[in-house]
């Protein structure tokens, strides 16, 4: 009975030693780095106005049949020579991409009836690339002349983005720079070392103006063209640690 009452006793000393050693443990160099370290997470962004070199247009052809034959013959006729007329103009055929082929049935709905079948509606729309702005008011003219119906707009863009995109890279990491001192000079502490840099945003072509504004422009004899100009923007954002 004495004995068995010693090594018990023994046990409980050894495991109340081994407890305050297993409290003593440190955490993990990177988990007490990050809570010893004063951070700062910022965002800026740069960006610059540059030309357009290239648009883009959306156009087709709407046709109507009383047959689906029909329709679809009476388009593809049609759209043939508005793809003419675009590669007169200038227009590469590898810039001219059939975006939607469609052939739907029309009909007529009075109350208390069933729809009556009065035909089928065919519309082909291509996108057209055009690389030479001074072509793009002729392209719209010569494709509603040689008998597009329906314009669906038109967006500019840049044919390579690369040298106004590394502009705005440029803003944008000086304006986080400076936004990172300021902020560190303010609360009394001086900036360390970037500790992280990301990206985000860049060069996407602007959406197409409306279609009834391309509309009312291409039924003019000579349809104006206004590129003006178009922005294009980095963000970034930055971990900064601080010191005192």
Do not use: C, W
């Not at 590898?94 to 208390?112: C, H, K, V």
């Amino acid at each position: 009975m004495k004995t068995l009452m010693r090594v018990g006793a023994l046990a409980l000393a050894l495991s109340a030693g081994a407890a305050p050693a297993a409290l003593a443990q440190a955490p993990p160099p990177a988990a007490d780095s990050m809570f010893r370290a004063t951070t700062l997470n910022l965002s800026a962004h740069g960006q610059v106005e540059v030309a357009p070199d290239m648009a883009t247009i959306s156009l087709g052809v709407m046709t109507q049949g009383a047959t689906a034959v029909a329709a679809m013959q009476a388009n593809a006729a049609r759209m043939t020579a508005v793809t003419a007329a675009l590669q007169k103009g200038g227009i590469a055929a590898r810039d001219i991409q059939t975006s939607g082929l469609n052939l739907s049935p029309q009909y007529r709905y009075e109350a208390n009836k069933p729809p009556v079948l009065t035909g089928y509606q065919a519309s082909n729309m291509v996108t057209v690339k055009v690389r030479d702005l001074t072509r793009l008011g002729q392209a719209v003219d010569a494709t509603v002349n040689a008998g597009a119906n329906q314009v669906n707009g038109v967006s500019f863009g840049l044919q390579d983005p690369t040298a106004a995109e590394n502009a705005a890279r440029e803003q944008a990491v000086k304006a986080l720079g400076a936004k990172a001192m300021l902020y560190a000079g303010a609360t009394g502490y001086r900036v360390s070392r970037l500790v992280q840099l990301s990206e985000g945003g860049g060069y996407s072509a602007p959406p197409p103006m409306p279609m009834m504004e391309m509309r009312m422009s291409a039924a003019k004899a000579d349809t104006p063209v206004s590129p003006g100009e178009m922005t294009v923007r980095i963000d970034v954002t930055g971990l900064y640690e601080l010191t005192r």
